[in-house]
Every structure is written in structure tokens, then in C-alpha cells.
């Protein structure tokens, strides 16, 4: 099952053992406005703040892409993480690319053989 944004958000500032009231500080917005965001009342906020969430709550790089990609799915079913929209469009390779796997229906497995592939390679 997985969790909301406001979820996620919750759940890594009670890690860090941090009250509302003291991330909120931190990262320059209300705790009214964070509790809003904790219960789901409103969507993620802008990336200049999520990139302060990720200080505050001390966000490793894989648990700031979940941050990213639940942020994205907070706003709009169709919207994409921050990171990878910027990436995806200033990469005209592969944009090509995932119009055509879109439109030649490529298989989930053939996406994981070049993930292992390019993990192989660069790791």
C-alpha cells in the first residue's frame, strides 16, 4: 500500500524526531500550512520547499526521489517528479524514447533489463 505525500512527509519528520512546529520553522512556512499538507488537505508545495523538507528531515538521495514522485502524484494524477520532468525535457533522446515505447506498448520487463543494464554499467 502506498502512502500520501502528507504521509510521507509525517512519517520522516517523527524520524528525525522534529515537531511540526520546528520543521515548519525551518523551512519557512506556517505549521498551519504543514499540518495541511501532513493531513492531506493540500497538495505538495513548491520544489524550493521540498528541497528544504529534504534538509530538514535529512533525506537521503533515494527517499528524496520518493519525496519527489509522491509530490508529483499529490498535484495531478498526470504530473511527473520535479527531477525527472526537468530531465525528460532537456533530453530530446529520451523523450523520443518513451514516445515510442508508449506507442510500440514496451513491456515493464524490457524497461527492468535496461535499468539492471545501466545500473551494471554506471555502479
Given amino acids: 500500500m502506498s502512502i500520501?505525500?502528507?504521509?510521507?512527509?509525517?512519517?520522516?519528520?517523527i524520524r528525525s524526531e522534529h515537531s511540526l512546529k520546528?520543521?515548519?520553522?525551518?523551512?519557512?512556512?506556517?505549521?498551519?500550512?504543514?499540518s495541511s499538507i501532513e493531513t492531506g488537505?493540500?497538495?505538495a508545495p513548491s520544489y524550493e520547499v521540498l528541497l528544504k523538507f529534504k534538509n530538514a528531515l535529512d533525506l537521503?538521495?533515494?527517499?528524496f526521489?520518493?519525496?519527489?514522485?509522491?509530490?508529483?502524484?499529490s498535484k495531478n494524477a498526470r504530473a511527473v517528479a520535479f527531477d525527472i520532468a526537468d530531465y525528460i525535457n532537456e533530453n530530446e533522446v529520451i523523450?523520443?524514447?518513451l514516445r515510442f515505447a508508449?506507442?510500440?506498448?514496451?513491456?515493464?520487463?524490457?524497461?527492468?533489463?535496461f535499468l539492471n543494464t545501466i545500473i551494471e554499467k554506471y555502479n
Avoid at 537521503?60 to 527517499?63: K, L, P, Q
Fill in 102 to 113: 508508449i506507442k510500440n506498448n514496451v513491456p515493464e520487463s524490457e524497461w527492468v533489463d
Fill in 22 to 34: 520546528e520543521v515548519a520553522k525551518e523551512i519557512g512556512i506556517s505549521a498551519v500550512y504543514q
Fill in 60 to 63: 537521503d538521495g533515494d527517499e
Fill in 4 to 13: 500520501s505525500f502528507g504521509e510521507f512527509i509525517k512519517e520522516k519528520r
Fill in 95 to 97: 523523450r523520443h524514447t
Fill in 65 to 73: 526521489g520518493e519525496m519527489l514522485d509522491l509530490a508529483a502524484k
Fill in 41 to 43: 488537505k493540500r497538495p
